[in-house]
Nanobody
């Protein structure tokens, strides 16, 4: 499974960004897709995830502001980020987890929230 992420950038506080991640290869293996983020010197943390049956899970810090969704083919995942805060600044990583709990990672995309 290969993951290609896009959509990061610089945005002002209160603004919005949409991240996209497209999976290719053995996509039939994928059960859960999600987004993690990591600040320098900190552990990578789960931001949001969505299962193949569209059950979602969010970090408390992003609930009500971020929305995760999957495309119709289930091989694409999106993260709509609204009301962005400076503390949302991080490198965001797309993740896919297979039915037997193997994790796949995309390249990171930098999100910077700053005025």
């Amino acid at each position: 499974v290969q993951l290609q992420a896009s959509g990061g950038g610089l945005v002002q506080p209160g603004g919005s960004l949409r991240l996209s991640c497209a999976a290719s290869g053995s996509i039939f293996r994928i059960n859960v897709m999600g987004w993690y983020r990591q600040d320098p010197g900190k552990q990578r943390e789960l931001v949001a995830s969505i299962t193949s049956s569209n059950n979602t899970n969010y970090a408390d810090s992003v609930k009500g502001r971020f929305t995760i969704s999957r495309g119709n083919a289930k091989s694409t995942v999106y993260l709509q980020m609204n009301s962005l805060k400076p503390e949302d600044t991080a490198v965001y990583y797309c993740n896919a987890r297979s039915y037997n709990y193997v994790h796949y990672w995309g390249q990171g995309t930098l999100v910077t929230v700053s005025s």
